[in-house]
């Protein structure tokens, strides 16, 4: 059974500040790795995606990438209010795109 | 920029009746997807769509489910009689199928039993 894992939070950062989000994933193999954020009620939004080992920048994100380790990460720079939501963490399955999903971490941004 | 659009927005239904979940997903996708999410949960797969035909199912999708394309813009899923852990968030995704560069989700169904 593949996991992915993600510390529930809340995660509380202060407004203006760097929040850290990872997440860690069991299969090895996985090539594929998604950070999705979720508004209470809403539908999941794409962040990012990340393939290749090592980070990528999309404004005032970056998603971090180690295959050895098994982890994948989000860093939100320059935190906002509006970023307040839970983040989740998802990587490709076996197979036709099908994503496994961690809980995710809910991120709270104080003003 | 494109949409999936998902009715009814919430249902609520009473237990061991039928209900339909209707998606319209983007016009030049070709992998559609529902994906169930319960209160409070991780979001859970139940099922994908590819050549008018389900190509992947996981175990919560049992024969009480099922997904059709009527008419080859609409994309359903249907629940035979409903029970009360069926209760969640339904959401329908697709995505273009040359690579996989993440998921149009549809805003979602509450659907509600009880």
């Known amino acids: 059974q593949k996991e992915v894992e993600q510390n529930s939070g809340p995660l509380s950062v202060p407004e203006g500040a760097i929040a850290s989000l990872n997440c860690t994933y069991s299969?090895?193999?996985?090539?594929?790795f998604f950070w999705y954020r979720q508004y209470s009620g809403k539908s999941p939004e794409l962040i990012m995606f990340?393939?290749s080992n090592g980070d990528k920048e999309d404004g005032r994100f970056t998603a971090q990438l180690n295959k050895a380790s098994q982890y994948v990460s989000l860093l939100i720079r320059d935190s906002q209010p509006s970023d307040s939501a839970t983040y989740l963490c998802?990587?490709?399955?076996?197979?036709?795109?099908?994503?496994?999903w961690g809980a995710g971490t809910k991120l709270i941004i104080k003003p | 920029e494109p949409e999936v659009t998902q009715t009814p927005s919430h249902q609520v239904t009473q237990m061991g009746q039928e209900v339909i979940l209707r998606c319209v997903p983007i016009?030049?996708?070709?992998?559609f997807y529902w994906y169930r999410q319960i209160l409070g949960q991780k979001v859970e797969f139940l099922v994908s769509?590819?050549?008018?035909?389900?190509?992947?199912k996981s175990e919560i999708f049992d024969d009480q489910f099922s997904v059709e394309r009527p008419d080859g813009s609409n994309f359903t899923l249907k629940i035979r009689s409903t029970k009360l852990e069926d209760s969640a968030m339904y959401f329908c995704?697709?995505?273009?199928?040359?690579?996989?560069?993440?998921?149009?989700f549809g805003s979602g169904t509450r659907l509600t039993v009880v």
């Open positions: 769509f590819y050549n008018n035909e389900i190509s992947e």
């Open positions: 995704a697709t995505i273009t199928g040359r690579g996989n560069y993440g998921y149009t």
């Open positions: 016009s030049n996708h070709l992998y």
């Open positions: 998802a990587v490709e399955g076996d197979s036709n795109y099908q994503l496994i």
């Open positions: 990340i393939y």
């Open positions: 299969d090895r193999g996985s090539q594929s």
